[in-house]
């Protein structure tokens, strides 16, 4: 009789200790698929070198769509065109579907801090999300000074060096 109690209450331990691992498994589970399927909006400094234009982007990268609450940033961000409808730190309710990106140009030059963070609440899934992004605009500023001038010898030469390799690869893969 003894034994059977001890037997009965390693099966309950046991029991107990499987319903608790279903449970923490089934929690860990859901919190993975949301982190799978959620909206995902990033507001990011896109830096365009050959024509020295840089835009603030705001775009989609999750699954399911995100609606925007609020977007804060520390510094005032000068929008080439002065216009409300095209500054992104007044896009509130704006609603953006996966890959959806908006994005307008700014004038980088007159900001004088060296990092700007911007802030951005959003909610997707029915979860409300606080992120905060950083941009370091020291190393734009560099990359607006960096120019490659190409003469017609280094296209030519290029171009035969491309032509090479690819007359190699072609051999290879027969």
Do not use: W
Request: neutral net charge.
């Amino acid at each position: 009789m003894h034994l059977d109690f001890i037997f009965n209450s390693i099966t309950a331990i046991t029991s107990i200790l499987a319903i608790c691992f279903t449970g923490y498994s089934f929690y860990s589970s859901k919190k993975q698929e949301f982190e799978i399927n959620r909206g995902n909006i990033v507001v990011y400094i896109d830096y365009d070198i050959v024509n020295s234009q840089a835009f603030l982007v705001i775009k989609n990268f999750g699954k399911s769509i995100a609606t925007i609450s609020s977007i804060h940033s520390n510094v005032e961000i000068p929008f080439m065109i002065n216009e409300e409808k095209y500054k992104l730190t007044n896009y509130t309710n704006y609603t953006l579907v996966p890959n959806q990106k908006f994005y307008s140009q700014i004038d980088i030059s007159k900001i004088i801090e060296n990092e700007i963070s911007i802030t951005c609440t959003y909610s997707t899934l029915g979860k409300t999300i606080t992120e905060t992004y950083k941009s370091q605009l020291s190393f734009s500023k560099s990359l607006s000074h960096f120019v490659v001038k190409l003469d017609d010898s280094t296209i030519q030469s290029s171009l035969t060096h491309i032509n090479k390799n690819i007359l190699l690869l072609s051999q290879i893969l027969k």
